[in-house]
């Protein structure tokens, strides 16, 4: 399994959580096998986002999709790739 793992700030929480709902076909079609949103204890305004795929090369295809086709961030995010240990599949 791998991981993206996505922070960054955001203006308005139910705003940010409507637009990434939005997309949650698109996230599965591309890959995406659960998904983690969280959020800072004492800071409304930012987010952090966990997607798990199968393997390495789905994240590295996800990554790869123009932001603008996600569009989940209204502001830029700073993503993450990461693997379980031993899961370089």
């Not at 004492?42 to 790869?64: H, I, K, N, Q, S």
Request: aromatic share 10%; hydrophobic share 35%.
């Amino acid at each position: 399994m791998a991981t993206l793992h996505i922070e960054h700030p955001i203006s308005d929480f139910e705003t940010w959580n409507a637009a990434f709902a939005r997309f949650a076909g698109a996230r599965r079609r591309a890959g995406v096998r659960d998904q983690r949103i969280l959020r800072p204890v004492g800071d409304p305004a930012y987010v952090v986002v966990d997607l798990d795929f199968d393997t390495r090369e789905r994240l590295e295809y996800f990554g790869e999709l123009p932001r603008a086709r996600r569009g989940t961030a209204d502001q830029d995010p700073r993503g993450r790739f990461g693997s379980v240990a031993g899961g370089d599949r």
